[in-house]
């Protein structure tokens, strides 16, 4: 019998309230702030020329996730995290005197609904810039013609796009890194099966891993390659029995958490032991505890932060202390790269300038070297030309292991090197 898996503003506050409280208050609000009332430095602001969201006192930005639809479960929790990490902004006064006001927009990782929610956000709402966590990127090109600055996870349309920047460093259509491959050879994979959803974005990444492995130097073989599992409801037995029938012995599942847990729970129906199987998004201790057994041994992977729990991690522990007092969770896949991308918004505002204009906060940011969203980031990103002219995707990667059902961190990254697929030669590392 098949089995199948189903994905499931801030507010005004006064004076005698704890921080914490405030915060959660701001974070937990459904609607936008109300504009503040005018400050000093405010006052200053109207001398400069007028830009797309920014007045004197305020600066409009939009926040893009699927709140709706198959791919919602995997992405609770992103918007949350960046009101949280601007409420903190605004607890200090806001960017040059300025507070941040973030409106949400459902895309429900669907292609048509993000154009539309993009259209309206630009049009209607007049956003400055966007911050964004999801699986789709068909509003990019509108993105792209208007030059909105747009931070957060990678999609394919930050390897070209000049205003985009992924916070976890910016990805390529064809270069990857092997780092997830270094890691399955550590637990002694040798045959791998390569499952992917059939997003854009995360059926390129897959496909790539695939190419990469010659020149990896892992001495892997690849036993499967699918690139189409749904990103909703799908099969899980006829995955898990193309895995037994390949041959492998390690599988590495680039989907939605649900996805990951519903393969993991059908291999063990199969009686299937795999030496190496490693999840993207597998660190949710509250997510592995419900599925039990079948995640036990297996290697999670965040969505490019440092997992929670690792000694020395200063930026970790400042965001998970911040998401606790909101009352928030921290531990989720998604949380941390939306925090940090939110993060990385409002650094790209401060190097706007006092007067910021969409071209004077991508011309600014494109400066950056070494950008780590407070310690929170494996290794330093930067958003000069490099491997890629956005700059040199991430090579590194930290990953938990699943022991007595709780997520491990390993005790350091694991980086690998980078791969252009198109020549089968590396390129860093």
Known sequence: MSRKFTSRGAVAVTGGLTSALVLALAVNSAGAAPTPAPTSKANANAACAPSEGITPSTI??????????????????????????????????????????????????????????????????????????????????????????????????????????????????????????????????????????????????????????????????????????????????????????????????????DGVVSIAQALKQQGVSLKGSMGAGLVDPAVIAKAAGPLEGMIGTTYGTIPAGVPGAAGMRTYINGMKAAGLNPYGATAPVAFAAADLMIHGLKLAGKCPTRASFVDNLRKVTSYNAAGMMPQTVSFQPGVTPMGNPNRCSWFVVIKNGVPVPDPKATCGKLVDTTTGKVVLG
């Open 60 to 257: 409009t930005l939009g926040f893009f996730s699927p709140k709706t639809g198959p791919a919602a479960a995997n992405f609770a929790g992103g918007e949350a995290a960046a009101r949280l990490r601007v409420a903190q902004e605004n607890a200090k006064g806001g960017v040059n005197g300025r507070k941040i006001v973030l409106i949400g927009y459902d895309d429900q990782a669907n292609g048509q609904t993000q154009t539309t929610m993009a259209t309206k956000a630009l049009q209607s709402d007049k956003v400055f810039g966007i911050i964004m966590t999801s699986a789709t990127d068909s509003a990019f090109p509108t993105f792209k013609t208007n030059n909105v600055p747009v931070t957060g996870f990678n999609v394919l349309a930050m390897a070209n796009d000049r205003n985009t920047f992924s916070v976890v460093g910016p990805t390529a259509p064809t270069i990857i890194s092997t780092a997830p491959l270094e890691r399955l050879k550590q637990a002694g994979v040798a045959n791998v099966a390569l499952i992917s959803h059939n997003s854009p974005s995360a059926a390129a990444g897959m496909t790539n891993t695939s190419k990469s492995i010659p020149a990896s130097g892992t001495g892997l073989n690849q036993a499967l390659l699918i690139t189409d599992e749904a990103q909703g409801a799908h099969d899980a037995t006829s995955t898990a029995l193309r895995i037994k029938n390949s041959g492998a012995d390690g599988a590495y599942m680039s989907m939605f958490v």
